[in-house]
């Protein structure tokens, strides 16, 4: 089992910066990479991107390149979410996900384990 817990969610202004944390703890050493995954209300969950705990090769949606970058911190076994330029689009609960051994991708299905969420609203 790995467990994960976010926090750093908030409310902020268009245009504004938010920085998440996810803290794992568990078996880390089954998750191979760790994503954040977004929720608005009435919409899909939707990916929002990933990175692989061993090389730090990263993954984004195309809705948060260039505005958002994932990092890790492998000694705290500590993910981060720097979320820059905010738009209002961007309100959702926030969740981190750790992926199924051998997995890396934006497919919500291929990871097993969830935090409970943090909440990002940007206010207009």
């Known amino acids: 089992q790995v467990q994960l817990v976010e926090s750093g969610g908030g409310l902020v202004q268009v245009g504004g910066s938010l920085r998440l944390s996810c803290a794992a703890s568990g078996r880390t050493a089954s998750a191979d990479a760790t994503g954040w995954f977004r929720q608005a209300p009435g919409k899909e969950r939707e990916f929002v991107a990933a990175?692989?705990?061993?090389?730090?090769?990263?993954l984004y949606a195309d809705s948060v390149k260039g505005r958002f970058t994932i990092s890790r911190d492998n000694a705290k076994n500590q993910v981060y979410l720097q979320m820059n330029s905010l738009k209002p689009e961007d309100t959702a609960l926030y969740y981190c996900?750790?992926?199924?051994?051998?997995?890396?991708?934006?497919?919500?299905?291929?990871?097993?384990?969830w935090g409970q969420g943090t909440q990002v609203t940007v206010s207009s």
């Open positions: 990175i692989r705990w061993s090389d730090g090769i990263t």
């Open positions: 996900a750790a992926a199924r051994k051998g997995f890396m991708s934006s497919g919500a299905v291929t990871y097993a384990y």
